[in-house]
C-alpha cells in the first residue's frame, strides 16, 4: 500500500497565475500561425503565444520556417 500523501493526495489549491504572467505564458517558445487577410491578399500570420505579430508570410510551409528558424514550436490555429 502506498502511504506517500504527495503522490496520492489532491492539491490544496490550483497555482496562482497572474493575467500578465497567463498572457506572456510560452511567448519564448511557441508561434502561432494563422491565416490572415491583407489589403485584400490571403497571408499567413505568424503570432507568439501573446497575440504579438512576429511575421507575415505567403504560404504557412513559410511561416512554419521561420518559426523554426527563430527557434519557436509553430502551431496552427485554424
Wanted: net charge negative.
Amino acid at each position: 500500500m502506498n502511504k506517500d500523501s504527495l503522490k496520492t493526495g489532491k492539491p490544496d489549491a490550483a497555482p496562482v497565475m497572474s493575467a500578465h504572467d497567463f498572457a506572456h505564458w510560452g511567448a519564448e517558445h511557441v508561434a502561432y500561425i494563422k491565416p490572415v487577410e491583407v489589403n485584400g491578399v490571403m497571408a499567413f500570420g505568424v503570432f507568439a503565444a501573446n497575440g504579438q505579430q512576429l511575421g507575415l508570410m505567403e504560404t504557412p510551409d513559410l511561416a512554419r520556417a521561420a518559426a523554426i528558424q527563430n527557434d519557436l514550436n509553430p502551431l496552427s490555429v485554424h
